[in-house]
């Protein structure tokens, strides 16, 4: 159920600040239902903060994804989580992991970073909306 997502339209909405990038992906999360993240056979691919925070990065489409797969990560493929698996069971198990989320993070790694809470609350509200 993914949208087409141009070069152009990507380069554009990563040059937005982190907050604009946050509703973005809440925009096309709700719209889509689709929250796409890494992983190889080890599971999951996660990033540590420099306050030792352990983040799952994540992303409202494939192509974002695809373009962090290098470099330590080359071995990653985007994987879907669909929205309905998502708050059913992803929120509550990042939150006993202790997990937060770094949403739709720009190649120079800056992104809004979120609780699990905060983002299934958000996610909610735009469904709401929707609805």
């Not at 992803?90 to 905060?118: C, F, H, M, R, S």
């Amino acid at each position: 159920m993914s949208y087409e997502l141009s070069s152009k339209n990507r380069a554009g909405s990563l040059a937005l600040s982190d907050n604009k990038r946050y509703e973005l992906f809440i925009s096309k999360v709700a719209e889509f239902g689709e929250i796409w993240s890494l992983a190889n056979d080890e599971g999951w691919v996660t990033v540590v903060t420099e306050e030792d925070e352990n983040c799952l990065p994540v992303w409202p489409h494939a192509d974002y994804a695809k373009e962090w797969a290098n470099g330590d990560w080359s071995d990653c493929e985007p994987k879907m989580i669909t929205l309905d698996v998502w708050l059913e069971r992803w929120t509550q198990g990042l939150d006993q992991d202790e997990t937060l989320l770094v949403v739709l993070p720009n190649l120079k790694e800056q992104a809004a970073l979120v609780d699990p809470w905060q983002l299934d609350e958000d996610l909610r509200a735009a469904l709401e909306l929707k609805h």
